[in-house]
């Protein structure tokens, strides 16, 4: 079993700036790239961010140079940093995992339950 705790959603105004964690927890091998997409109602879930094990990260264009994603592997943990957030960051935030079962080292990919984000103008 692995389940991830995601925290960090709320409101904040254009410009502001709020962190996501997201917390990965239960029996596994080895975590591989972390990740966070987003999913606004009628729309669908896009890639926000992703970083790999060797901290290696990738950006949606909508994103990139105002958010950054970190991982503290010690923690099994994901960041998110958003600054200048704008109303069309508004969406639920989801966390993803990609790990490696104990038993059988079988790739899984494991998702959060989701935060919401929303920003105002």
């Known amino acids: 079993q692995v389940q991830l705790a995601e925290s960090g959603g709320g409101l904040v105004q254009a410009g502001g700036s709020l962190r996501l964690s997201c917390a990965a927890s239960?029996?596994?091998?080895?975590?591989?790239?972390m990740g966070w997409y987003r999913q606004a109602p009628g729309k669908q879930r896009e890639l926000v961010a992703r970083i790999t094990s060797g901290a290696s990260t990738h950006y949606a264009d909508s994103v990139k140079g105002r958010f950054t994603i970190s991982r503290d592997n010690a923690k099994n943990t994901v960041y998110l940093q958003m600054n200048s957030l704008k109303p069309e960051d508004t969406a639920g935030y989801y966390c993803?995992?990609?790990?490696?079962?104990?038993?059988?080292?079988?790739?899984?990919?494991?998702w959060g339950q989701g935060t919401l984000v929303t920003v105002s103008s």
């Open positions: 993803n995992t990609d790990l490696v079962t104990i038993a059988t080292r079988r790739n899984l990919k494991v």
């Open positions: 239960g029996s596994f091998f080895s975590i591989n790239a």
